[in-house]
Structures are given as structure tokens and as C-alpha cells.
């Protein structure tokens, strides 16, 4: 049974950093892409940041130069660092993968980004 497991979301200030963690299990991992998508409240589920299994990355332009996405495929974990967070990354976050031609999501951690 393919499970992704999300944890490290809160509720931080403007400015501070987040760091997101998803762990897959019961699949391979390596050799899929990897994603991060988001929804805030009344809003469109959004990809945030993608990580292929080469290590390249794509991210949405409001996250850029403050969003980092990585993987540790020995761990079968996927990150999300999130610096200078603001108010309008306000959302629940998910990991996704298209894991054995199927789309496996996670939870959801919720990070809220408030003075």
C-alpha cells in the first residue's frame, strides 16, 4: 500500500522559514517526479514546486528564490524549505507523486503564515 506521510507545517510569522517533509512508503521512489501543491481557502489546488529524479526543479513564479525543493531518495522523503514566508502562502499543503502509473497524494499539513 503506497502511503506519502507529510509533516512540518504551523503557523509562523511573516518572514520566518517552514521547512515541509513527505515520506513515501510502499513504492519505488527514485525514479518519479516529485510535487508539492497547494490550497488556500476558497482557491484552486496549485503546484507549487516539482522535483525530478534527476534532481531538477521547477517552481511557481511567487515562490521563487524562497521555496527550495529537494529529495533524499535513500530516506524516500521529499522537502520543501520555505523562507520569507508571507500571508498569502497561507494554504494546506500536499505532497504528490505519480507513483506506479497512479496519483498518490498526501494528507495535507496546514501552514499558516500570520503576525
Known amino acids: 500500500q503506497v502511503q506519502l506521510v507529510e509533516s512540518g507545517g504551523g503557523l509562523v510569522q511573516p518572514g520566518g522559514s517552514l521547512r515541509l517533509s513527505c515520506v513515501v512508503s510502499g513504492s519505488i521512489f527514485s525514479i518519479y517526479t516529485m510535487d508539492w501543491y497547494r490550497q488556500a481557502p476558497g482557491k484552486q489546488r496549485e503546484l507549487v514546486a516539482a522535483?525530478?529524479?534527476?534532481?531538477?526543479?521547477n517552481y511557481i513564479d511567487s515562490v521563487k528564490g524562497r521555496f527550495t525543493i529537494s529529495r533524499d531518495n535513500a530516506k524516500k522523503t521529499v522537502y520543501l524549505q520555505m523562507d520569507s514566508l508571507k500571508p498569502e502562502d497561507t494554504a494546506v499543503y500536499y505532497c504528490?507523486?505519480?507513483?506506479?502509473?497512479?496519483?498518490?497524494w498526501g494528507q495535507g499539513t496546514q501552514v499558516t503564515v500570520s503576525s
Open positions: 522535483i525530478t529524479s534527476t534532481g531538477s526543479t
Open positions: 504528490h507523486g505519480d507513483l506506479l502509473l497512479k496519483a498518490y
